[in-house]
């Protein structure tokens, strides 16, 4: 308990990286949100409640297109249900405290790939540092992009529009060149919520919902058959 | 208000999944089909959010949208850069909607 305040502010060093790779995408959601019909105080809730940056974008991605908010929901909750893995492997690795539970709230893709990459135990205070320091990449990111977001140029504006595909191709296209099976997952899931639309399925978030199921079965079968890693 | 649900309902779903191991379990016991089938729903999720909506990106101009696509995606694989990726995708597509 002597050195957890040292602990404390080596998690916070080490999540440097985290908070500068949070910023630019916390600065187009943002953006995105100012863009969008969001006000300043919606939009900083928005970041500093959910603190989940991949369904914070599709949500807004989502409203635009008109989808229901217990499909947004739904879609949110299916994209970051891969948390509760992240946690489940989180938590063989971590010192016991009575604060345990409070480390949860902050478990994100790169938190954990951090913390995992640390030889176990990791000590509550390490993580709580590493957690806090990218918490405070993503709101205050948020917060500069939103004011940002009022001194654009029309033409800059109307090319924003790019942004929010822009970061998911940046997240998907290296990985998806990496491995086959993530290419395919991609392109099943897309063909599928394409296809559906063309169809005439008019909900988007039911499409996309269908779209990730297919993909990832699409995956889960391409590894179990060919034992293709990534 | 409608936005305020959103957060709320959202953040409720968020917190559910990195919260509950720390709750409940001790030892993580999930199969591993299942957590193959998991670990690919980031990537079916981005696959099935750029296609089709990413011709729509841009209600302006389809040309400048897909302009700025090939450029993303040329740059995502150059760099590995979410900040070039977004900034060089943006302004490619701005040059299209300029010219």
Known sequence: MTSSREEFFQGITTGLPVFFSYLPVAITFGLLARTGELDIFQTVSFSALVFAGASQLIALNLLSLGVSIPEIIATTFLVNLRHLLMSASLITRIKETPLLPILGLGVTDESFAIASLKPAPVSAGFLGGLQITGYLGWVVGTAIGFGAGQILPEILRQAMGLAIYALFIALLAPAAIRSRTVFVVAIIAGGINWGLALIGLEQAGIRIVLGILGGAAIGTIMEHKGGIKN | ?99
């Open chain 2, 1 to 99: 208000m409608r936005i305020y649900l959103l957060i709320l309902g959202m953040a409720l779903v968020t917190v559910i999944p990195r919260l509950l191991p720390f709750i409940a379990l001790k030892i993580d016991k999930i199969p591993s089909l299942l957590r193959v089938f998991l670990s690919y729903i980031p990537f079916a999720a981005m696959g099935a959010l750029i296609i089709p909506g990413i011709g729509d990106s841009i209600p302006e101009s389809t040309t400048a949208a897909l302009g700025g696509t090939i450029a993303a995606t040329l740059i995502a694989l150059g760099t590995r850069n979410l900040l070039l990726t977004i900034g060089g995708g943006v302004f490619t597509s701005a040059l299209f909607l300029l010219f």
